[in-house]
Each structure stands twice: as structure tokens, then as C-alpha cells.
């Protein structure tokens, strides 16, 4: 009942940015906190940035100074701003956002596809 697309990935240099956009669509009453996550090959799926309806922002540490989470209610889309990348961000980005539905038929939680990001020389 709610989609998340996402785009922005691609190929860019180490110390290149890029910028993630994730949109929300569908029979959506409200959104609560928006956020990306990473899943690396070989690894866990992992929190990377989140950001309430309200502007509060989490950070993982790794990447505190040099990515940026940000928000359009009115456009339901959450962005990730990424810069100073490193090698070691090479990843699929995945959108998150969980809210409640419209008509008053519950809540929801969905993912998006996967945006691969790959930083390399």
C-alpha cells in the first residue's frame, strides 16, 4: 500500500559525493521517521542515517560529518546527502520509512528497492 523508490546511486571516486532521493507513495496518512540503511557484501544490513517528522537526526558513526539526511514532508521524500565518500562506503542504500496508512487502516513499514553505490578509483 506504500512504495519507496529510490535513485541517486552510481559509480563516483573516492572523496566524491552523490545524493540519494527516496519518494513515498500511496495511501499514506502520515510518515514518522524516514532513514537509510547499507548492506555491504558479506555483511549486515546497517543503520546509516534516520531523521524524525520533527527534524531529529541519527547518524552511524562512520559516516557523522560527512553525510547529511534530510526531508520534504509535503513531497514525502527523504534525501541522503554524501560526501567525502570512501571505498568503504561501497554498498546497496536502502530507504526506510515507517508511518500510518490512510482511512485509518493501521501502519505501515516498507523498504525500498536497493540503490547501489560503489566508490572506487
Known amino acids: 500500500q506504500v512504495q519507496l523508490v529510490e535513485s541517486g546511486g552510481g559509480l563516483v571516486q573516492p572523496g566524491g559525493s552523490l545524493r540519494l532521493s527516496c519518494a513515498a507513495s500511496g495511501s499514506i496518512f502520515s510518515i514518522n521517521a524516514m532513514g537509510w540503511y547499507r548492506q555491504a557484501p558479506g555483511k549486515q544490513r546497517e543503520l546509516v542515517a534516520a531523521?524524525?517528522?520533527?527534524?531529529?537526526?541519527n547518524y552511524a558513526d562512520s559516516v557523522k560529518g560527512r553525510f547529511t539526511i534530510s526531508r520534504d514532508n509535503a513531497k514525502n521524500t527523504v534525501y541522503l546527502q554524501m560526501n567525502s565518500l570512501k571505498p568503504e562506503d561501497t554498498a546497496v542504500y536502502y530507504c526506510n520509512a515507517d508511518g500510518a496508512i490512510d482511512y485509518g487502516l493501521g501502519s505501515f513499514g516498507s523498504w525500498g528497492q536497493g540503490t547501489q553505490v560503489t566508490v572506487s578509483s
Open positions: 531523521i524524525t517528522s520533527g527534524g531529529s537526526t
